[in-house]
């Protein structure tokens, strides 16, 4: 057996727009424009147009936002069920969210959703897109449809909409309006536990059921409980959209 045999394959150089459009960030055309307006760095330097890079191995940021090309990354979007655990692995054996997609590549949940809580949640191995959607300073938007025992009152939701007092301290201000007699629509930015339920039990109206229909701009209607799929180009353009400024196409 030759020693050519063991030697390593070659790394796969591409054209930096080529990488930016495979990763959701838009047409070609877009991506070249980012590059001429030195938005793009490429391991802490200036793009230049016509770059290529090995996209296993590079660290791309956008306005300082990390962006993750490595091509083994995978975005979930899953309706978790009423009863799945939101990490993981569970001690108690329990069935967690990362048992309702793929083993490989290994991928964890984006934030958490307690086990009574049923609807969307994004699971990927990317973990600077996983910071970026967690932490408090993104401001990303998580919209909940919550089901009261009884119709709230004027002032319960204007409560709701200022800021409520809990044990870790006020909410901040929150998009609430009334759907329907006893469900109520929520939009917060914060991420903290159980924070939907203990707002509406702050204000006398106990939750029966709570479902997160929208993280930012990712919306599905027809994914059942339990199902899964990969986020689409355009979807994943969408969110970089919200977290970039004056990011377009």
Known sequence: MSGSEFEQEPKQFERLQKVLARAGLGSRR?????????????????????????????????????????????????????????????????STVVDLVPTHPRVFPVGRLDADTEGLILLTNDGDLTHYLTHPSFGIEKEYLVQVEAKPSRNAIRELRQGVELDDGITAPARVSLVDEKLI????????????????????????????????????????????RELTNQELKSIRKVLLKDFSN
């Open 30 to 94: 877009v991506c070249e424009k980012l590059i001429v307006e030195q938005r793009v760095t490429v391991n802490g330097e200036f793009a230049e147009l016509g770059e290529k890079v090995d996209p296993e191995t590079v660290e791309i940021e956008i306005d300082g936002l990390k962006i993750g090309v490595r091509q083994d990354l995978v975005y979930y979007l899953l309706n978790k069920p009423i009863g799945v655990i939101t990490t993981s692995k569970d001690p108690q054996e329990r």
């Open 185 to 228: 629509k929520i939009v917060i930015h914060e991420g903290r536990n159980r924070q939907v339920r203990r707002m509406c039990e702050s204000v006398g109206h106990p939750v029966k059921r709570l479902i997160r229909s929208r993280i930012g701009p990712i919306v599905d209607r027809s994914l059942h409980p339990g199902s899964f």
